[in-house]
């Protein structure tokens, strides 16, 4: 049984920083490709950042390159999503995924390429 755990989310002030972790379990962890995605209320879930297995290739959306930084601990098991200079549209509910291939070499940007999901953080960033 694959169980993906986030933490770290919280409130805070419009141009703070926060670092989301997100733990893996059941499952070999350092050889699939990782995603962090968000999703508000009665919107789509959206790509927020990509790793690769390897932690060679990051891949960033638009909206939080150069303020986000995606990384992982392949002995830790652990993915992270550091966030900087957050702004209130950043606020969400962020989800940590897991590509359903091994040792893939791209990072995709659509929540079906990713198999297991935890179960979310909120994220919310006051103006």
Do not use: H
């Not at 694959?2 to 141009?15: D, F, I, M, R, T």
């Not at 652990?78 to 091994?102: F, I, W």
């Amino acid at each position: 049984q694959v169980q993906l755990v986030e933490s770290g989310g919280g409130l805070v002030q419009a141009g703070g920083s926060m670092r989301l972790s997100c733990a893996a379990s059941g499952r070999p962890f350092s050889g699939v490709a990782m995603g962090w995605f968000r999703q508000a209320p009665g919107k789509e879930r959206e790509f927020v950042a990509g790793i690769t297995w390897s932690g060679t290739l990051t891949s960033y959306a638009v909206f939080v390159k150069g303020r986000f930084t995606i990384s992982r601990d392949n002995a830790k098991n652990t993915a992270y999503l550091q966030m900087n200079s957050l702004k209130p549209e950043d606020t969400d509910v962020y989800y940590c995924a897991l590509d359903r291939a091994a040792y893939t070499t791209v990072i995709r940007t659509t929540t079906d390429e990713y198999v297991y999901w935890g179960q979310g953080t909120q994220v919310t960033v006051s103006s």
